[in-house]
């Protein structure tokens, strides 16, 4: 499921599977469940959805969430997996704002 997204490819981590893009690490696969890189306001909502499911994992100060896969529909797995991915994916730098006049439209002050 996660080697279809864009971009992905599996590494060995700590000697489980994992899967990352470019930028990072989004998905594990864990004896103990599917660790899943979201959002602090996804991962709330879930663990409050159903803490069962989405089990709250404590690694420091950070909760991450462990997926109970066998608990969870194929269809919402995949669209979580894909919602990992696309929040692992670089941000785009955008130059300048748009709308904001470039280095060659500005006019220097005095001259």
Do not use: C
Not at 14 to 39: E, M, N, Q
Not at 66 to 74: A, D, L, M, S, Y
Not at 105 to 110: H, L, N, P, S
Request: hydrophobic share 40%.
């Amino acid at each position: 499921m996660a080697l279809a997204l864009d971009g992905v490819t599996e590494i060995d981590h700590w000697g489980r599977p994992a899967f990352r893009t470019k930028k990072r690490i989004f998905a594990v696969i864990r004896s103990d469940g599917l660790y899943l890189h979201l959002p602090e306001e996804r991962k709330e909502f879930l663990f409050a959805a159903a803490p069962t499911i989405f089990v709250k994992y404590m690694w420091g100060r950070t909760a991450n969430v462990i997926v109970q896969t066998g608990r969870v529909p194929e269809k919402d797995l995949a669209s979580l997996m894909r919602e990992a991915h696309a929040y692992a994916l670089p941000q785009k730098k955008h130059s300048r704002l748009v709308g904001a006049p470039s280095k060659m439209t500005r006019k220097r002050k005095g001259g």
